[in-house]
């Protein structure tokens, strides 16, 4: 890898700077969709697999599905974490905070490849296991990994808008995610191109 005086600071974006409102914006985005993406499927459940059946027990199988959501923050910044220590053989910090979990390092560089990874890593973990359970459990069960499957794919539009702006810069670049502020570097070599 080249030392780090061979890059250049590109972008620096930090989520919770207040005249961005971005973290504000990103979360009312995944609150609203999950509500309405949740609702919309637990009816269409019911009214697909189980007409006729007594609606009670769906109803606290759902409630218990919303408190699977409470912890899900938990477990998909652990899931970055791991993703972290798999690809960089570092352990990163990992907070919870008032509008946002995060997990991430100023120490660690990653190059876009990793960083994909470690972005998409939760997404495409829990996609894997969640929908298959969806679909081989009975209807009755169904919002238990329904409720944090739609919280894991709309929960990702941080991750999400992340990957984005690591897709936006020049090969050869490097990455620095702090949880909260994301920094990518360029090869000097490209700039003197420009």
Do not use: W
């Not at 189980?50 to 218990?64: D, E, K, Q």
Request: aromatic content about 16%; hydrophobic content about 55%.
């Amino acid at each position: 890898m080249m030392k780090c005086y061979d890059y250049k600071s590109a972008l620096r974006l930090n989520m919770l700077d207040p005249k961005l409102r971005l973290l504000h914006k990103l979360n009312t985005f995944a609150v609203l969709a999950i509500l309405f993406g949740s609702a919309a499927g637990l009816l269409l459940n019911y009214c697909l697999r189980m007409i006729g059946a007594a609606g009670g027990m769906y109803f606290v199988y759902a409630l218990c599905g919303f408190a699977l959501c409470l912890i899900y923050p938990y477990v998909h910044e652990f899931a970055h974490a791991f993703a972290v220590i798999i690809i960089k053989r570092q352990v990163p910090n990992v907070k919870f905070g008032k509008l946002a979990a995060y997990c991430g390092s100023p120490d660690i560089v990653f190059s876009k490849m990793q960083y994909y990874f470690v972005a998409a890593f939760p997404f495409v973990f829990y996609c894997l296991i969640l929908i298959p359970l969806c679909v081989i459990i009975p209807a009755m069960y169904f919002p238990l990994p329904f409720m944090p499957l739609i919280y894991n794919v709309f929960g990702s539009a941080a991750d999400a808008f992340m990957i984005r702006i690591a897709v936006k810069t020049p090969k050869g670049s490097i990455i620095v995610d702090s949880g909260t502020e994301i920094v990518t570097y360029i090869p000097l070599k490209i700039e003197q191109k420009s």
